[in-house]
């Protein structure tokens, strides 16, 4: 039976086996419909505070492995195995100021390509370096290792506008997935992992 084929292999070995990958991505398109596209939306198109699945940009890594260990311990869930990172709350906490912080988003803004104040970013450069780039890089392209997300593409979770970034670094949103096991048995996590690697943005 496929089910006791799926039981037995790695995620991997599954999707090296064209006849296990038509049994998983029509049973996948199911899953997801019902357990994942009220966040993420149909076909991974994303929303609002939830990544989107079909483009390429990735916090936790895109590989078959990697989203499947997402989909099944979840982002900051009760799980002891959850991926987890935690944005400090740079406002509340005086790590920075207002008046810094505002300089750090025109810098941010600055390494998308966004309109920014050249003058804020030039001041914001520096501390972006010193407060945000252990998790976020260097040249803001983010470190998967560290849940971080690229700062320097046009992806935005909590919106691309100044005030957007302003807020999200005054008093982060760090979103919570929850796991799926213990909901859904591991035959259908990889089925829904694999459907998921399947909508364009896999790697």
Known sequence: MWSDKFAALSIEEIGKDQQLMNFAMAGGKVIFAENCAACHGVN???ATGYPILADDDWIWGGTQDAIYTTVKYGIRSDHEDTRSSEMPNFLEDELLTREQIGDVADYVLSLSGGTSDAAAAGRGAPLFEEQCSAC???AGKGLMEMGAPN???????YGGTRDAIVNQISKPRNGVMPQWVGRLDDVTIKQVSLYVHSLGGGN
């Open 151 to 157: 700062l320097t593409d046009s992806i935005w979770y």
């Open 44 to 46: 991974g198109s994303g």
């Open 136 to 138: 976020h890089g260097e």
